[in-house]
């Protein structure tokens, strides 16, 4: 139980610390291109147990998949493509159009 707590705190502040890296850096370029940030390192959200239930922090940093869904944050696109395969792919961080 204890390294499943770890492991959460260390997730959360890592998504928190890449939301605010997004943000700084869009904030700081006048013209931003979504397409060229890199993809979300969805290996750090990967459950280590499978039948550890996933606990992604309530950020909004928006993510658009080849599905047409919007994510709240790269941890929800990177469950749902951990849960559902690798045909869910990552287009660019932002709401889907």
Known sequence: MRRSICVHH???LSLMLS?????TFSALIKSRNLFTWP?????MYYPIDPAYEANCPDVVALVC???GL???NECFFCIDRWE???HIGFVKYGKCP
């Open 10 to 12: 260390v997730t959360t």
């Open 65 to 67: 998949a080849t599905n």
């Open 70 to 72: 919007t994510y709240k």
């Open 84 to 86: 559902f395969g690798p």
């Open 39 to 43: 993809k979300p390192p969805c290996k």
């Open 19 to 23: 939301a605010l890296t997004h943000v």
